[in-house]
């Protein structure tokens, strides 16, 4: 697809979706890579634009650069955000809050700890989201399984050929130590999505190298 258009049907979309507003963002696009620029009024809303562009057709990579820039009414301390993303993650019950730590500074949340399933990890980040003073989430929790499973490869494999967004055919799966490497092209970014989160479903599983291309 002609960087032009592809730049042009990006911000057609951007102006279309109600929950962002566009008129503080630059989209330059090179090769079909995107890269935003500008500023947003929260977190929330930076993670939405990223959604946003991936789901136009032709997009093969996002470079990030958004600012989140708060209204200066709703400015938060970092405390005040510590203790918000805290209530957060305990009330959150798929998070095991217990085994989660929480750095804060200038309204970056870090998240430290160790977790057995990788959808506990994303749910940590997911709950702090919406949190009003949040800029970013660095979401350094590991996931260390308790159960280790000899045959993860074939758990995976199967997984992808069940499943009916998914063409399997076009995909290799690598399993090192509980390290899962996946490689190959597919379609959309939503297949992309399912191959990885198929990965991240198997028992054992504690790391997936995503070397995965958009677009055939």
Known sequence: MDDLKLRNDILDELEFEPSINAANIGVAVSNGIVTLSGHVASYAEKLQVEK?????????????????RYPSDKSVTDDD???????????????????IELVVENGLVRLLGEVPWQFQRVAAEKALRTLIGLVGVANDIVVKPTLQQADVKKQ????????????????????????????????????????ENAAWSAP??????DHLKIGR
């Open 156 to 195: 995976i494999e199967n997984a992808l050929m069940r499943r009916a967004e998914i063409e399997a055919s076009g995909i290799s799966v690598t399993v090192t130590d509980g390290k899962v490497i996946l490689d190959g092209t597919v379609d959309t970014w939503d297949e992309h999505d399912a191959v």
């Open 81 to 99: 955000l510590a203790r918000r993303a805290a209530d957060a993650l305990r009330w959150d019950v798929t998070v095991p809050h217990q085994q």
């Open 52 to 68: 946003v562009v991936r789901r136009v057709r032709g997009v093969r990579a996002i470079a990030e650069e958004i600012e989140v």
């Open 204 to 209: 054992g599983v504690k790391q997936v190298i």
